[in-house]
């Protein structure tokens, strides 16, 4: 079955940066939408970034408006790992950071996949 480990979170400043990684076993997901929730203290879930294959057209690029124009999400297909670049990052971000794999976007709408990662911390610092 899929499996997703995370890693990179961590404590950092207001307008620091991060990098989480997902890397993924089980099969690979080179043709499979990939993506990021998050879950802040006392707040639902929520979506961050996702990335699909279209085929011939190549990888298409999704992002919460919260962190539309901050973080930037890509993959290594050779080393079926997903990343999420964090840069700019403000108090707000602080949340545990969850991969997802088999996204679907249903409408406009961001529909979560079955395969979870175990979490990773983020921390800002005002």
């Known amino acids: 079955q899929v499996q997703l480990v995370e890693s990179g979170g961590g404590l950092v400043q207001a307008g620091g940066s991060l990098r989480l990684s997902c890397a993924a076993s089980?099969?690979?997901?080179?043709?499979?939408?990939m993506g990021w929730f998050r879950q802040a203290p006392g707040k639902e879930r929520e979506f961050v970034a996702a990335?699909?294959?279209?085929?011939?057209?190549?990888?298409?690029?999704y992002y919460a408006n919260s962190v539309n124009g901050r973080f930037t999400i890509s993959r290594d297909n050779a080393k079926n790992t997903v990343y999420l670049q964090m840069n700019s990052l403000k108090p707000e971000d602080t949340a545990v950071y969850y991969c997802?794999?088999?996204?679907?976007?249903?409408?406009?709408?961001?529909?979560?996949?079955?395969?979870w990662g175990q979490g990773t911390q983020v921390t800002v610092s005002s």
């Open positions: 089980g099969r690979t997901f080179s043709s499979y939408a």
């Open positions: 997802n794999s088999d996204l679907k976007n249903a409408g406009g709408s961001v529909v979560a996949g079955d395969y």
């Open positions: 990335l699909s294959w279209s085929g011939w057209s190549g990888d298409r690029l």
